[in-house]
């Protein structure tokens, strides 16, 4: 980090630092004065690629149809945000998730309406559409952070499970526009490369934090790769690590990266709950989407419930595996606010904390503050 940007990330650092107060008040008092600091945005949406571990990749027909389209409508997105924008104030991340977002038209205006709201909005996308007046308008609306999906800097590899014409060309690219135009007009817009960890790619995780993970402001985060019930057995039986002592040694690699300074986005925990599932689950029949899997009973509660609220397919939540507290679509007279704060919500937010479930969303609870301090200062 550079310490000409330490005013900038205190700057923008001191609303999270708020929401980190008030959130440690609500988990050990009696007293509820948290906000939410991410709300999630997640939805159905068009995407142009066929990646071989994703829906979008192995759905078909009606199936594919209804994963790329959604009731929460591009026309409800200007709402939410206000919503979002009166309930939480600034310190907030709005994390946008759908197909794949530059495809969709409406996305620069939702980062240019965020940036004006004062709040911080990101997304991850896959890189190929992304020209250089593209990436000029996201640097100039004040885009926050964006996730760029690689799985290998060697094409022969990334294509394997990312199969696009070019595609690896096309999202390394992506990258350099960005650092270019965050560069040139001199704004901030940190990057976030992520990788999922399959039999495919495993080391080459490595090498993309090797190039990219001491760049200010850029950092890499490993994803644990879900084998989805659904997903096509081929594809499982190719991706899944076979070999746990292989994932050990990655994982001791990751560990020494990180000790000599690379920017990698994920706990000790996170790192131990890939190993956990891996070793549990020989028969591959668990996915962390499934409720199959338990976390450690000596683990602390979760309180993801305390400062994070999902907006589902429009249902709003305060963790996608647990009953919605309000209907954004449809229950117009209700603000986020109000749903945030009603009655049902305090009784579902305690079901949350009692929840010992081990889910992929695990990586956004319980996280030390020390370690939110330090991503905090490398992506603000
Ligand atoms: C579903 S994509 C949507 C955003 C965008 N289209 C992209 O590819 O970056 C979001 C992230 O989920 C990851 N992902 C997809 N399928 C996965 C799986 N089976 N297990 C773990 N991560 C997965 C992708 O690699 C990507 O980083
Ligand atoms: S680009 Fe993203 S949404 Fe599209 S198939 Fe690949 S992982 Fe899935
Ligand atoms: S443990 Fe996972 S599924 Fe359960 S409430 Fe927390 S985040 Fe949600």
Redesign the pocket.
Known sequence: MKLSSLPRKLKRGMPYLGKELRAIVSDHTPLFIAKPRTVHIWRGAPCNAKCIMCDYGFLKGDALRAISRSEFTDDMMPRALDQIAELCGRGTLVSYMGGEPTVNRCVMDWVEQAGKLGLDFRFTTNGYTMTEEMAQRFVAAGLFNVGVSLEALDPKINEIIRPHFNGTVKTIRAIELILQERQRQKKFVSINVKTVLTDVNLESFLEIVKRWGKVDGMMCTPQAFEPMSNMPPETKELLYIKDVKRLERVVEEIRRLKRDGYAIHVTEQGLNEVLKLYRDDKNKNSTMHGAKME?DPSEPD?N??TDNMWIEHGMVKL????PPIGNFMTETDRTLKQMWESEMTKRIREQ?RG???M?T??C??RTPIVHKVSTFLKIA
């Open positions: 976390m979760c993801i419930g963790c996608p595996y647990h949350t929840c010992r479930r889910c969303i695990s956004l609870r």
